[in-house]
């Protein structure tokens, strides 16, 4: 069974009861934390414990994606868990400078007991077990970003992470039986998609279900959702594909 269970939703900033972006990717065997937004480690730990982690994958280096891995850091190094083998964690390069300047130490080698740090590039595949990751360059205005394919069982996730319209997203989402897809702002921009720009991506793509989610604070979820013609990423919500 491939399943999305949705942790997170919230942009830029966690807000009561809704954590920022996180989702629990479970396909071909694997378990993949998909993004680590603030508030989405609680969530997690309503559906899964991280030692059944296979891999956490990060789609950016915003806050609001990535926070709560300082958190799941604590608890693997500190919180007395069962041992596992350190999480692999896909993210682009400049995470493991941003664990090194949180920490106020040289390097990031002292996260390698518990987290095994592996950088994204255009075009990056791993194989977790029958689930393949592909990752893509998108375009978010600047700062590194990726989004994800996710196949397994001849199933496929397809993940905006947060971007503008773009052609790498395209080919992600092609024939894609779930598109996840961030419908942060109201108005076209170079940083985001607006609801209308995400249910344009499912149409020309024929992808399967359109979810949306990351709306930012100018929109509400039903507005979003309505002009996407999608359903919104409500916490908790498992969607199987």
């Known amino acids: 069974m491939t399943t999305l269970t949705v942790l997170g939703n919230a942009a830029p900033y966690p807000q009561p009861d809704r954590p920022c972006s996180g989702y629990l990717l479970r396909a071909g065997g694997a378990s993949v934390w998909v993004d680590a937004g603030p508030g989405s480690l609680a969530e997690l730990l309503r559906h899964a414990e991280l030692a059944e982690l296979d891999a956490v994958w990060l789609s950016h280096l915003h806050l609001d994606h990535i926070g709560d891995l300082l958190n799941a850091y604590y608890a693997l190094a500190y919180g007395e868990l069962p041992a596992r083998a350190p999480l692999p964690v896909y993210a682009p390069a400049g995470l493991a400078d941003r664990l090194a300047g949180f920490f106020a130490q040289p390097d ?32 978010h205005g600047g700062p590194e970003a990726y989004g994800l394919r996710a196949t397994a069982d ?12 773009c052609a790498a ?12 897809c961030e ?3 109201p108005v076209p921009n170079a940083f985001h998609h607006t609801p209308a720009q995400a249910g344009s991506l499912a149409g020309r793509c ?5 979810v949306v989610t990351h709306v930012g604070p100018s929109l509400t979820p039903e507005a979003a959702s309505a002009e996407a013609g999608a359903v919104h990423a409500e916490i908790g919500a498992t969607y199987t594909f």
């Not at 001849?154 to 503008?164: Q, W």
């Not at 997203?169 to 996840?180: G, I, P, V």
């Not at 024929?206 to 359109?210: Q, R």
């Open 108 to 139: 990031a080698g002292f996260v390698a007991d518990v987290l095994e740090l592996h950088a994204l590039s255009d075009g990056h595949h791993v194989q977790l077990k029958e689930l393949t990751l592909l990752s893509r360059s998108v375009d």
């Open 154 to 165: 001849g199933r496929v996730l397809a993940y905006s992470g947060d971007c503008t319209p």
């Open 169 to 180: 997203l395209d080919e992600l989402a092609a024939d894609a039986d779930l598109l996840l």
């Open 183 to 185: 419908a942060n702002d």
């Open 206 to 210: 024929g992808v399967g279900e359109l």
